[in-house]
């Protein structure tokens, strides 16, 4: 008897567990890089020395933008990323340029090309390769599309022009 209240107990867990399991999967979007799948959250320090993250921006339409200052398509579209940012950031759209510092030849160039190149769009830095892990980036630029839920909605890998920018914010303002 005491036996079989133990098996049906175990099995009544192992129920719970599985169907815990199956509903955690199917109501929330994977985390990953990939359109559709939920932005992995990031960590990382701004020019100002000050934290920042990517859930911060929860509730906003986030444009992130991956770059280095050696990058040529980086380069070309940088002001066109800061124009969107003070453009749209009243309508819920910020832009987060992300120097991908792990890539740069020295930090000192990152700093040196944003001396040249003032902008008023959020900087972040990632100087451990965390975002380069986390979103198995392909090539520079990247620009990734992130809804106010958190989710990507789609992926630019190379230059940005502004026709681009406008087609995937247009549904979203």
Same mark, same amino acid.
């Given at each position: 008897?005491?036996?079989?209240?133990?098996?049906?107990?175990?099995?009544?867990?192992?129920?719970?567990?599985?169907?815990? /399991?199956?509903?955690?999967?199917?109501?929330?979007?994977?985390?990953?890089?990939?359109?559709?799948?939920? $932005?992995?959250?990031? !960590?990382?320090?701004?020019?100002? %020395?000050?934290?920042?993250?990517?859930?911060?921006?929860?509730?906003?339409?986030?444009?992130?933008?991956?770059?280095?200052?050696?990058?040529?398509?980086?380069?070309?579209?940088?002001?066109? =990323?800061?124009?969107?940012?003070?453009?749209?950031?009243?309508?819920?759209?910020? /832009?987060? $340029?992300?120097?991908?510092?792990?890539?740069?030849?020295?930090?000192?160039? $990152?700093?040196?090309? =944003?001396?040249?190149?003032?902008?008023?769009?959020?900087?972040?830095?990632?100087? *451990?390769?965390? /975002?380069?892990?986390?979103?198995?980036? !392909?090539?520079?630029?990247?620009?990734?599309?992130?809804?106010?839920?958190?989710?990507?909605?789609?992926?630019?890998? %190379?230059?940005?022009?502004?026709?681009?920018?406008? *087609?995937?914010?247009?549904?979203? =303002?």
């Amino acid at each position: 008897m005491i036996r079989k209240v133990i098996s049906i107990g175990a099995l009544l867990i192992a129920v719970l567990v599985i169907g815990s /399991v199956i509903y955690n999967t199917i109501s929330s979007p994977p985390v990953g890089a990939n359109q559709g799948e939920e $932005a992995p959250d990031i !960590e990382l320090p701004q020019a100002n %020395g000050e934290d920042m993250t990517l859930s911060d921006l929860q509730g906003t339409f986030v444009i992130m933008n991956l770059w280095a200052s050696w990058c040529e398509p980086c380069i070309r579209e940088f002001p066109l =990323l800061d124009q969107v940012h003070q453009e749209y950031s009243d309508d819920g759209v910020k /832009v987060l $340029a992300v120097n991908m510092t792990s890539f740069e030849r020295t930090t000192d160039e $990152a700093m040196e090309f =944003l001396n040249d190149h003032p902008v008023t769009m959020p900087i972040l830095f990632d100087m *451990e390769g965390e /975002v380069a892990d986390a979103y198995q980036i !392909e090539g520079l630029p990247t620009t990734y599309f992130i809804n106010e839920e958190g989710i990507i909605v789609d992926t630019v890998v %190379g230059e940005v022009t502004e026709d681009m920018i406008e *087609e995937r914010l247009e549904p979203f =303002l």
